[in-house]
């Protein structure tokens, strides 16, 4: 049993989420922006940025603090206050000789942070909430995380650029644009304190406690628990090479490779109709699992989520000129992504089921965060050796166990008609 302070969701749900995205594509995405336009090598960008995944993979180890003491509102009002001078750090030391080590540094607390804010977020979400409400909440909830992720890799990275032209120097450039992103946090924090509601959670009794060893046996011990992770480790196994390369892609020189963008075109090209795509893509997977269940449009999200990436192909094959062509194979992406990544979404929700919802969705997405860490650490090496053409044909290629692993994993009847 909770008690719950009557709050709206849909005003808490969108700033919550978004809260919770921006500080993850900072550190996880943004960064490589920054890190590419201070000069650092593909294959240091993509070994060190994704393994900035780690504390979302382990995370799972201190979930079970934030059920034994403390609320889950306090949670993450203090970790978002922690991530606001997280990077006010990172912009203060952006200039410096040794940039890449301390900003590295700063950008590992905020990961911890970052992590632990996730938990204490999505563990409200699924208490405060009715299983019907979460069912219909999911589209909105995935929309406004990606809207997160679309204003760092979008207004952001437009700022960067701007503030690169205007400046004439990248460092100063990236030195302010996180000081921005730090008042950004600030300024959401100061939302989410005012809007999300506050639950009270009755102890269970102490047996069952949420022990380590409780908590991690009664996760693995579900049924078809291996199914289950196989789906969830190499669901976006493609992508999680992609986006590690995309924004150096667009951003390396013709002669490279890539298609020699700027840093606001990079940014224009994410945060304009890329954002529509998005917010569309998200509101109708929504709708339509809410609608038909998870069982009906499994496959046709798998390959939403898949497909759109054989765009990049073409755009390394051709290296067109226009914009345009870079600009339509970022809608169709982000449109399928938006659409697909709501099974994925439902999915995590049905593996948190049980005693310890947090605990375990902690758990689920922390194996999510492998998923894309392990492949993403490899992935400058491997466009290193391929080239841009060949690695995307890689990727392509990649995606085929994500449609293997949606087409046998299993899932009650209530998430969809696919039936054990």
């Not at 206050?81 to 750090?89: A, K, P, T």
């Not at 207004?155 to 450039?173: C, F, R």
């Not at 390396?252 to 795509?277: C, K, N, Q, W």
């Amino acid at each position: 049993m909770t008690q719950t302070t009557s709050k709206n969701p849909w005003f808490w749900v969108p700033s919550l989420y978004l809260t919770e995205s921006v500080p993850y594509v900072i550190i996880i995405t943004v960064s490589v922006v920054m890190y590419k336009k201070l000069g650092v090598s593909n294959a240091d960008i993509g070994l060190y940025t994704s393994f900035l995944y780690l504390p979302w993979v382990i995370k799972p180890i201190w979930s079970p603090i934030l059920e034994l003491f403390g609320n889950k509102k306090k949670w993450f009002l203090s970790m978002q206050l922690v991530l606001s001078l997280v990077f006010l750090g990172v912009g203060l030391t952006t200039g410096t000789d040794q940039f890449f080590t301390v900003t590295l540094a700063f950008f590992w607390m905020g990961a911890f942070a970052s992590a632990t804010n996730d938990i204490a977020s999505d563990g409200l979400y699924l208490l405060a909430l009715k299983p019907d409400q979460q069912s219909f909440f999911v589209g909105m909830r995935s929309t406004f995380y990606r809207v997160g992720m679309i204003t760092g890799q979008g207004l952001i990275v437009i700022i960067a650029g701007y503030l690169e032209t205007s400046l004439g120097n990248p460092a100063s450039a990236w030195s302010w644009t996180m000081i921005i992103v730090a008042g950004l946090m600030l300024a959401l924090t100061g939302v989410n304190y005012l809007t999300t509601p506050t639950v009270i959670e009755e102890r269970v009794a102490k047996a069952d406690q949420p022990s380590f060893g409780k908590v991690f046996a009664t996760f693995f011990t579900k049924k078809n628990i291996g199914l289950s992770l196989g789906f969830v480790l190499l669901y976006r196994l493609g992508e999680s090479q992609l986006v590690k390369m995309a924004a150096p892609f667009f951003l390396d020189e013709r002669t490279d490779g890539g298609l020699g963008l700027s840093t606001t075109e990079v940014g224009f090209i994410y945060g304009t109709l890329g954002v529509v795509a998005l917010l569309a893509g998200g509101i109708l997977g929504g709708i339509a699992i809410s609608r038909d269940g998870l069982g009906k449009w499994m496959m046709p999200m798998a390959f939403a989520i898949n497909a759109p990436n054989i765009g990049y192909v073409f755009l390394a094959w051709l290296q067109p000129e226009s914009i345009a062509f870079a600009t339509t194979v970022v809608v169709i992406e982000q449109l399928g992504y938006g659409f697909g990544f709501a099974a994925f979404m439902i999915f995590l929700i049905f593996l948190a089921e049980g005693l310890f919802k947090t605990a375990h969705y902690a758990l689920a997405t922390g194996f999510m965060a492998m998923g894309m860490m392990l492949p993403g650490m490899l992935s400058g090496y491997m466009q290193q050796w391929l080239g841009y053409p060949g690695f995307f044909v890689w990727v392509v290629i990649a995606t085929i166990p994500g449609f293997v692993m949606a087409y046998v994993v299993r899932y009650p009847s209530e998430f969809g008609k696919k039936v054990e």
